[in-house]
């Protein structure tokens, strides 16, 4: 019989969690700590591409040379692309993640240019590298978005029960991003839609793990978490300049809190289209137990 042998990295990695572990394990208060900071590497892990690319965008602005023989924007669209398929070619994304991807830079990309056209923001540097108003970059931060909701679903083994129908959320998905066009010349439904939202999903929960114990959350509130960590995101995004809203054209400032609300919709959108190819799972845990986790 042949017996494995780990490597000495693996080897060393695996002693660490385990003294680790042993640690957590003597005090609630370390276990807290360390379950905390387990949950804060899994999710920068999830958000990897959309991490390295908000990396590129401010690190560029900040040293970005004058007189470069490349425009910025043209750079950031080159280095997305290169991210992409570094992640591939490492195998720290899958085939079907990639799909996700060219789905959400698609369907960003098309909302770009409309946006646009109505003057909602934009782009202040030239490039060549653009269709448009809009550069080729842009598409990329939506698929950043597609790329951490298919990511964080694998990285932190996320089921579901109560889940709607995929019809149910494909039609409210599909009104959703109606919603972002039609609202410049109709009535917007956004209040009507966070109501069918609160309505569809709000018996649903998720169950995910981040150390070694199964925790539940609704899925209301995890959409509203992950909004508001967009919502950040965004505010470094537009500080490095790779958008600016009219308030921002005499300087940086703070994007309004009332974006929380477009955000939470796209995240609406964001689900259904990653459930198209990852069709969400169904827990086994019964939802009284996760209740008594969270």
């Given amino acids: 019989m042949i017996v494995a ?17 042993a640690w957590a394990d003597r005090s609630p208060w370390r276990g807290a700590a360390y379950e905390f900071l387990w949950f804060g590497l899994k999710q920068a892990w999830a958000c990897l591409f959309g991490g390295l690319l908000l990396a590129l965008i401010v690190g560029t602005f900040l040293f970005w040379p004058e007189g470069a023989p490349v425009s910025r924007y043209d750079f950031l669209v080159v ?15 899958s085939r079907d993640e990639a799909v996700v991807i060219l789905m959400f830079h698609v369907a960003g990309t098309v ?20 269709i448009g108003a809009v550069p080729l970059f842009s598409g990329f931060m939506y698929a950043a978005v597609g790329s951490y909701i298919a990511r964080v679903q694998r990285v932190f083994h996320i089921r579901v029960r109560g889940y709607p129908p995929f019809w149910m959320t494909a039609v409210l998905a599909a009104a959703v991003y109606v919603n972002f066009f039609a609202h410049h010349w109709l009535w917007d439904a956004r209040w009507l839609l966070f109501a069918a939202t609160a309505l569809i999903f709000g018996r649903g929960w998720f169950w995910f793990t981040t150390d070694r114990r199964r925790r539940g959350m609704p899925l209301l509130l995890g959409y509203v978490l992950v909004a508001l960590f967009i919502w950040f995101a965004e505010n470094l995004a537009t500080f490095g300049r790779a958008w600016t809203y009219p308030s921002q054209a005499a300087g940086w400032t703070m994007v ?39």
């Fill in 256 to 294: 309004g809190l009332e974006k929380l609300g477009s955000w939470f919709l796209l995240m609406i959108l964001s689900i259904v289209l990653v459930s198209i190819v990852h069709r969400p799972e169904e827990e086994d845990q019964p939802l009284a137990s996760a209740r008594t986790a969270t």
């Fill in 111 to 130: 909302m770009e240019l409309f946006k646009t056209a109505q003057g909602s923001w934009v782009y202040p540097e030239d490039s060549l590298l653009r």
């Fill in 79 to 93: 280095g997305a692309v290169a991210i992409q398929v570094g992640m591939l070619a490492l195998k720290l994304e």
């Fill in 5 to 21: 042998r780990r490597l000495p990295l693996e080897a060393l990695g695996r002693r660490w969690l385990t003294h680790a572990e």
